[in-house]
């Protein structure tokens, strides 16, 4: 029996274990193997690592436990977007949109596919051509399933969920198994100082949390937002944190810093350390599984939210069009790819991940924020999930990004100036072609 659909016409299928493997499965991709090595440049004591990769998790989940409520707020398609728009108007909610698609989303997509092709290229003799060549032909490829519908592509989620969540456990086991090899002392390599040094290390971390709030733009499609939304992100961000923590224990359990500063793929070496170099291809297949369930869950979220703006007179019409047959907003998917496709022949990983999490984060303290902003604004607004810790929480959240946002700037200023260019190119657009449409 089909599922019944929303006023708005996308079909109600998502469950809480739906909402999970979209938390879980988009989260986890190639940043738990590739940032541990980045974070120990930056970083040489193991316990200071930890308590960043905890720092990360925290953050994580006080923004979900506060989109929680707008969630249970604003049940509807569009996540961030709705809750921009309700606390900030159109303009600011049309940046936001804009620059998911610009950048933020459609970047991340990008990232997790040249991290694709570069693990790619560890199983098969691939050039840097080929590389590419195989980061936009997976994106293409998930983007095609995608537009058959919403059950296709929360079955691969599910699927490959599933499957890295097993991949990391044993990965776990089996070096918390392995003996502790004798190394020689190493002198780790110099670090920034010590305030820079965190802050670059907490975006290097914040990337790999990237994707925790994607949930939320598929409101619409839950059977029961009121209650699988706010669990999704709770649940989900407890999950993640605790996989992460258990992975870098894992890896500084056979590799000294020293040695996780000279690898830019953790779990490899950790892995060649323990059981010598032929079992390194376990893990790259394990990589290429996450980064894949990273992607889908990318590809299959992002759509939702340019069709909340177009339906709501703030994009383009055509991105606001459901296929009669599949349910979903076909145009916005495919546009979606192709952009991200294109993306993968910018930058390198490194500048990929640094212009998604600045961009990212000035939203996420916006989004935050407007918790506190529509308590005083609108009191008796129903609010069926309310955060807890308020508001002590949604202002530890906001100075976060503010140190997020004000450290990426300091490290990286060029990074910054291209970020909020872009963004800001969307205004003019705004003025022009959707102010009077959307009233």
Avoid at 239 to 265: C, G
Avoid at 343 to 366: K, N, P
């Amino acid at each position: 029996m089909a599922e019944s659909a929303t006023s708005s016409g996308l079909a109600r299928e998502l469950t809480f274990r739906d909402g999970i493997a979209i938390v879980v499965g988009t989260v986890i991709g190639s940043g738990v193997y590739l940032v541990p090595g980045s974070v120990a440049r930056q970083i040489p004591s193991m316990s200071l690592v930890l308590l960043i990769w905890v720092a990360g998790g925290l953050l994580t989940l006080f923004g979900a436990l506060t989109l929680a409520e707008l969630g249970a707020m604003y049940p509807n398609a569009g996540g961030l977007y709705v809750y921009l728009r309700a606390a900030y108007g159109r303009p600011v909610a049309f940046l936001y949109g804009w620059g998911l698609l610009a950048l933020i989303h459609s970047g991340s997509i990008a990232t997790l596919a040249v991290a694709f092709g570069l693990y790619l290229g560890q199983l098969f003799p691939l050039s840097m051509a080929l590389q590419r060549a195989a980061a936009i032909s997976t994106i293409l490829l998930l983007t095609a399933i995608n537009t058959l519908g919403l059950r296709p592509g929360k079955l691969i989620q599910n699927v490959v969920t599933c499957c890295k969540i097993g991949g990391i456990g044993l990965l776990v086991v089996m070096l918390l198994a392995a003996s502790r090899h004798a190394k020689a002392a190493a002198t780790p390599a110099p670090v920034p100082p010590m305030v820079f040094a965190i802050g670059a290390a907490l975006v290097a971390v914040l990337w790999a949390y990237e994707g925790w709030h994607v949930v939320s733009f598929t409101a619409a499609e839950f059977r029961d937002p009121l209650r699988a939304l706010p669990q999704s992100l709770c649940w989900g961000a407890v999950a993640l944190a605790v996989i992460y923590l258990l992975a870098n224990i894992s890896y500084y359990h056979v590799l000294t810093p020293a040695q996780l500063q000279a690898s830019d793929r953790a779990a490899a070496a950790a892995v060649s350390e323990a059981y010598g170099v032929t079992a390194t291809a376990l893990v790259t297949v394990l990589i290429l599984t996450s980064i894949l369930g990273a992607m889908n869950g990318m590809v299959l979220t992002g759509p939702r939210v340019y069709y909340a703006m177009s339906r709501d007179g703030a994009f383009f019409r055509s991105f606001g069009e459901l296929n009669h047959l599949t349910r979903v907003p076909t145009i916005a998917i495919v546009v979606q790819g192709i952009w991200s496709a294109c993306l993968t022949l910018v930058g390198t990983f490194q500048d990929l991940f640094t212009y998604v999490i600045f961009t990212a984060w000035i939203f996420y303290g916006l989004s935050v924020l407007a918790v506190i902003l529509l308590r005083k604004r609108q009191p008796d607004l129903a609010r069926p999930y309310r955060v807890p810790g308020y508001p002590v929480i949604p202002i530890v959240f906001v100075l976060a990004a503010l140190f997020i946002t004000g450290i990426t700037i300091a490290n990286g200023p060029l990074h910054a100036l291209y970020g909020i260019g872009l963004i800001l190119l969307g205004l003019p657009l705004y003025w022009v072609s959707f102010r009077k449409a959307a009233g």
